[in-house]
């Protein structure tokens, strides 16, 4: 069931599975959910009092995430899309992603404009905004190494 909201505000979902949203594929219920697709989404639920004193559980691409019961809260799918090139020279690439970014296509987006360094953590599951917080690695690279 949806919750009514008005045009600009994130729509909120009840009794939502999460099946989909977990690589696993487990079953669980959220009992609210919504994805959030911008910053001003976010506020808008930061500040919504209805979700003020329950949990909350942002979820990226949900391949670290293993369900073991409902989640009684709100579980956000962080869609938050964007990449903006700070700066750029001859030796580095200072790039802005949002945090909702597919990992694995911010690597090709990266690789298609010949900026060398994260090619090895291509095809790692997950969003940018995890990417940091895990350290992602693999072949001998770690994202600390290349951030």
Known sequence: MKIPNQAQNPDVFENVSLKPYNTFWVEAQAS???NVKTIEQLQYLIEDTRFHDI???VLGGGSNVLFTA???GLVL???IKGKEVIEETA???WLKAY???NWHQLVLYCVDRGWGGIENLSLIPGKVGAAPMQNIGAYGVELKDVF
Do not use: T
């Open 77 to 79: 799918e962080n869609d």
């Open 55 to 57: 949990p909350w559980l």
């Open 32 to 34: 609210y959910f919504s």
């Open 99 to 101: 945090s909702g970014e």
């Open 91 to 93: 030796d580095h690439v």
């Open 70 to 72: 409902n989640q009684d």
